[in-house]
């Protein structure tokens, strides 16, 4: 992730949504309800870093392919298979940020030694995810151009990197002690480097129409003084490439937030710069994204609660770069699954009304009777508390069988009142949830629906009637 861009674009370009208001009145985008391969906002999507380069020719693996696949395996046990999408970092040649705005072949380094090469083997990977409600796919860089990339020369030759005033080319960055030089966005469609990019990309890894999503890192337009060039006119070859991924049959995700790309783009990685309005305005089913950054201190955090809000995954994964060891990731993992997409996940299924109130007084309304209180951190469903603080409980609408989950990060009792189709039901089944599947726990007995349990600090449980 590179946070060398400037926010400040993102306040200058904010290109204005035309919008409209569906039969309930709800505002929504017009041209709208694109028709996304994924339902990204009811969908958990994570990166995992794989690999970066060591500096001489060669490549540190923090994790393989076959360990990949079994946090794949572990992450469906603890989300209780959600729909998932994972973008794969330090997949091509030396790893992470390496050789492009080549991203031709598979890292060597990630070859099974089964496989007769390294693109059989992400294959291989992208084919058994899928048995865990997992689709597995590429995080790409479209924007940055380096002087060992196998591209280099040709770029150059093509005046297709952005130029300072003085005619020299744009550095935006260091990144594996080399510099990163600025695509120029407009010279590379107009001379079809760029479909020719995503073409070849798409012939190296046909499984990617299967996967059908595609995650385009620090996607960011810049003006180019030396080609009398604005940062408009970048951002409008942007949206070509955008619309080519999409006439690829792709999705493409990217790493910030762009008003101009609403109804182009599903998801971004960090959404900071979104507004109240825009949570009001635009659904999370045409829009959304996983977190805002907490480096960028200005966002207003607030709305995250409000209405609900992903998680990264991606530094949680065990590995020496994240300080993470094998022993105490799915901890780490579980508290943000559920104190984070588990709400997030309820939130979006919901229509957004309104929001009352000022800054951390602020209460924001749903459909179905639901409200959520920043002052007192309380989702409620009516009179029923589905969560205070960081205990909450709350249906587990992807299973689609009256199952909930009870999880808080601190040791206490509970009291429930379970909804109304429960009226019948005088015991329920309640199981541990872990990265190894589910445990069995016990039996509790309801009295009209009520249910009073106690929750361990950090684990998750499983009520249902029908395990």
Request: hydrophobic share 35%.
């Amino acid at each position: 992730m590179k946070l060398f861009f400037s926010f400040l674009f993102f306040f200058t370009i904010r290109y204005q949504c035309v919008q409209a208001s569906d039969a309930n009145g709800s505002n929504v985008v017009a041209d709208s309800l694109p028709h996304w391969n994924h339902a990204y906002h009811q969908t958990l999507v994570m990166k995992l870093l794989l690999s970066i380069p060591d500096g001489q020719g060669g490549s540190i693996v923090y994790c393989d392919l076959d360990k990949a696949l079994s946090l794949i395996k572990q992450v469906d046990r603890i989300t209780l298979e959600t729909p998932k999408i994972i973008y794969l970092v330090g997949w091509q040649y030396n790893g992470h940020d390496d050789k492009y705005p080549a991203f031709f072949e598979v890292n060597r380094a990630l070859k099974r030694p089964q496989d007769s090469d390294a693109r059989q083997s992400l294959t291989w990977l992208m084919y058994e995810a899928r048995r865990y409600h997992t689709t597995v796919s590429l995080h790409i860089n479209m924007t940055d151009a380096y002087e060992d990339s196998p591209l280099w020369k040709e770029y150059v030759d093509n005046d297709m990197i952005s130029k300072n005033a003085d005619g020299s080319l744009m550095v935006i960055g260091n990144y594996n002690h080399r510099k990163a030089y600025q695509i120029n966005y407009r010279n590379e469609w107009e001379r079809g480097y760029a479909q020719k990019r995503i073409d070849s990309l798409i012939s190296v890894l046909p499984l990617l129409r299967t996967a059908a999503t595609i995650h385009l890192d620090a996607w960011i337009p810049r003006e180019s003084k030396g080609h009398a060039e604005s940062v408009v006119v970048e951002s409008e070859y942007q949206k070509k490439v955008c619309h080519y991924w999409l006439q690829k049959g792709i999705d493409p995700t990217s790493e910030w937030v762009m008003d101009y790309m609403t109804g182009l783009v599903p998801f971004a990685w960090h959404f900071n710069a979104r507004t109240q309005a825009d949570y009001l305005h635009i659904p999370a089913s045409i829009y959304t994204g996983s977190h805002m950054n907490p480096d960028l201190r200005y966002s207003d955090f607030g709305l995250e609660f409000l209405f609900g809000t992903s998680m990264y995954g991606e530094d949680l994964f065990p590995n020496a770069r994240n300080h993470v060891d094998d022993r105490s990731w799915d901890s780490l993992f579980t508290r943000e699954f559920y104190l984070n997409f588990l709400p997030y996940y309820f939130l979006n299924r919901l229509q957004r009304l309104r929001i009352e109130g000022e800054k951390q007084t602020r209460t924001a309304y749903f459909s179905g009777n639901v409200r959520v209180s920043l002052s007192d951190s309380t989702i409620l469903e009516g009179n029923r508390l589905l969560r205070r603080g960081n205990t909450v409980c709350l249906p587990v609408l992807w299973r689609n069988d009256n199952s909930w989950v009870a999880y808080s990060d601190t040791a206490t009792d509970f009291s429930f009142l379970l909804p109304d189709e429960w009226k019948h039901v005088e015991q329920v089944k309640v199981f541990v949830i872990t990265k190894n599947g589910l445990s069995w726990k016990r039996k509790i007995t309801l009295k009209n629906r009520q249910m009073n349990i106690h929750l361990e600090r950090g684990v998750p449980l499983l009520i249902t009637t029908n395990q």
